[in-house]
């Protein structure tokens, strides 16, 4: 680090900003498969925490890739600086009082865990969608399964590259099994019995 390039503490911190919005700030990183719902159920639980009003705002893998991080590819080299930029992007929003809502494969467990120490105790809640593979592959909403199968698509999740599932998820989800509304009050009563929101 530059040492010329110093952190300025400013009168309104994390515990003002939080105050103020009436709940916790928090990071709720949505991972799983490609098409195992982490989109759609972190868009689902978004629209809830608008309606009680909740301040939320919702990182989506697919729409950090046309911006933030739109010179990465898919090397396992890009995947975890993809991961290192969301994680901190996400620290600054949780500063900035948010409930942040991440849908990313990121496959790798020591990058999860690094988006987890930049966080406060607490604030990092890992959301593993279990949904099976093959569940998973049977859905392709974005046609990609049927062309990593046909090598046209390298590097990707679950058939050339690995998935390191969760060790020790706050909250597991299967979309195969649970409906997206039984999904969302899963994730809403998680964060009422962690005082995140009232």
Known sequence: MDENIVWHNYAVDKAHRSEQKRHKPCVLWFTGYSG???STVAGAL?????QQGVHTYLLDGDNVRH???K?????????VENIRR???LSKLMADAGLVVLTAFISPFQAERDMV???????????????TPLDVCEQRDPKGLY????AGEIKHFTGIDSDYQAPVNPEVTLDTSKNSLSDSVEQLVAY????????
């Open 67 to 69: 911006g933030l991080c």
């Open 36 to 38: 195992s719902g982490k």
């Open 191 to 198: 964060l009422k019995t962690r005082n995140i929101i009232g």
């Open 116 to 130: 987890r120490s930049l966080l406060d105790d607490g604030e990092f809640i890992e959301v593993f969608l279990d």
């Open 71 to 79: 010179d990465l590819g898919f090397s396992d080299e890009d995947r």
């Open 146 to 149: 049927k062309k990593a199968r």
């Open 86 to 88: 969301v994680g901190e």
């Open 46 to 50: 978004e629209s809830a925490l608008h």
